[in-house]
């Protein structure tokens, strides 16, 4: 024997109210769609019909269209049957919802109402029908005698608790930001709120001050798109200040000009940050709330295309503005650097106009290279701050690629045009000591040798300038990484031990050069010093205030022979030897 399912309709109510919408203010959105959507099902019949759609208020609320109207048969089938699909709309896809051509629609009125009373009377002929339902799932079909004009009148009578919902000052604002772009002439309480027209497309419209007023905020740029293949339409704005990489990125999206929200996620590339668009768009699939886009291969193809468009708009503002193509970049530069390790044009801008941190001041790639020729550069913030001051006082000029993306766009660059500097080259921009000074420091070194195998550091006597640097820390990257996988695989056991070692290579030599500046007056002094156990402790010394000077990280050794190092000192200054 076969049953049919009984369904609780206050148990779907709650199911919309608490999973599927996120406020009961979806309702006006609703209504609004429906009778758009019977305007526009009567033109189709009658292109010369009004197309007019009027909010009263009283005890309840009315909302009245010059839509299509329903037969007493359509009432029956469309409004009391849950789950059925009556239409597909103009984007192609089914209109699905709980009841019939109203759908979720006229369903979510009840977050709202205790009932709904709708009148109606179809353009196709027939007699005028009222249809009367609680929230308890109770309905009531009536055919009237008297006269009623074609189209649909829906009033609401609001629920314990929700009358606030129902009242001009809340429904006036809801309409205007829901239908403001329909094409149709919507009026509340006897004032229109719409349009008619997309502000993008009208000639007169000064789309900065329309950015402005829908988005709050003066844009650097306004920028048209346009996506014909999903009939979107609109305005890129281009934000006047640097934001953080991380901030979400939202937009405002109409639906065949009904507003699907104005934090809707994923209409751009992640590189595009800085951008917000609102747009129009006929064919993009709306999800089932009907407040943002569906994630689909169509929404990511229309992600790229708009992509495109905002890059080829950086383009153009470059080769026609670039002083402002200029100021852009300071202002954004992240995103723009992130497009840039994959894109040549890109590269080429940020190359022609984004200011690096160089040992000459701040300053474009390309400026940088007419003064200096190949791009030598420091991939670690700390390091070249270290360096730089030595650097530009010997002449040699370096960038600090020590920030996001920095080197992947250099190394984009190509190695005759930028290359990371090698220890050598550092060296070889130093100049020689003097040979009977070289000698004596020599000898102190070989003296206090011990302090600096200790940290698998080489000392190498230059003279350059500042004269108050002592010394200068060098690390070798490629040695330095060798040395950290031969203590990993000390402390490791013994199989994790051996693959370690199959992965060093059997090349020897120190991973780090302590540049002793023999300009220096303490450098000059440890050259003359005669006791073996104070040249140790100088050297040392030398080295852990070169390491603090690097602000490399302290490992426990370092931190034991800064202890160590100090304490000795302390106790020689005081008497103690």
Partial sequence: MGHTFRVDLRGIIDLLSHHLYSSPRVYVRELLQNAVDAITARRELDPGAPADVEITFGETLRITDTGIGLTETEVHELLSVLGRT?????????????????????????????????????????????????AEG????????????VGTSIELTPAR???????????????????????????????????GTLPWEDDEQDLIAYGERALGFKAFEAVPIEVPAVGLTGVAFVLPAGVHPG?????????????VGDNVEGLLPDWA????????????????????????????????????????????????????????????????????RVDDDMLRLVERWLPFETTDGPMPLKQFQRKHGTVLYIPDVDEYHQLAPVAAAQGLGLVNAGYAYDVELLDRLGPSAARRAAPSELLAALGDPEPEFLAALRSRLVMGAGALERHDCDAVPRDFDPVSLPALLISNAEQQRR????????EADPLWAELLSQLMSEESGRSEQLVLNCRNPLVQRLARLTDPALV????????????????????PKDTAALNRSFLELLDRAVGGR
């Fill in 86 to 134: 009556s239409k597909r709309d103009e984007l192609g896809f089914a209109r699905e919802g709980f009841l019939g051509q109203f759908g979720v629609g006229m369903l979510s009125c009840f977050l709202v109402a205790s009932r709904i009373t709708l009148v109606t009377r179809s353009a196709r002929g027939g007699a005028p029908v009222r249809w009367s339902a609680d």
């Fill in 138 to 149: 109770n309905y009531s079909v009536s055919v009237l005698s008297e006269e009623v004009p």
């Fill in 161 to 195: 608790g929700a009358e606030h919902w129902l009242e001009a000052d809340i429904v006036r604002p809801l309409v205007s930001e829901y239908g403001d772009l329909l094409p149709a002439r919507i009026s509340v309480a006897g004032s229109v709120v719409t349009t």
């Fill in 247 to 259: 901030t979400r990125q939202t937009h405002k999206v109409y639906l065949k000009r009904m507003l």
């Fill in 273 to 340: 940050y800085f951008v917000r668009c609102v747009v129009d768009v006929t064919a993009l699939r709306p999800t089932a709330s009907r407040e943002s886009l569906y994630q689909d291969e169509t929404l990511l193809a229309v992600r790229e295309e708009l992509g495109d468009q905002v890059r080829d708009w950086l383009i153009r503002l470059d080769a026609t503005e670039p002083r402002r193509a200029g100021q852009l970049l300071e202002a954004h530069h992240l995103g723009i650097k992130s497009l840039a």
């Fill in 483 to 490: 040395k950290d996988t031969s203590e990993v695989g000390a």
């Fill in 536 to 555: 140790e402790l100088t050297l040392e010394s030398l080295y852990v205030h070169a390491v603090l000077q690097a602000r490399r990280p302290m490992r």
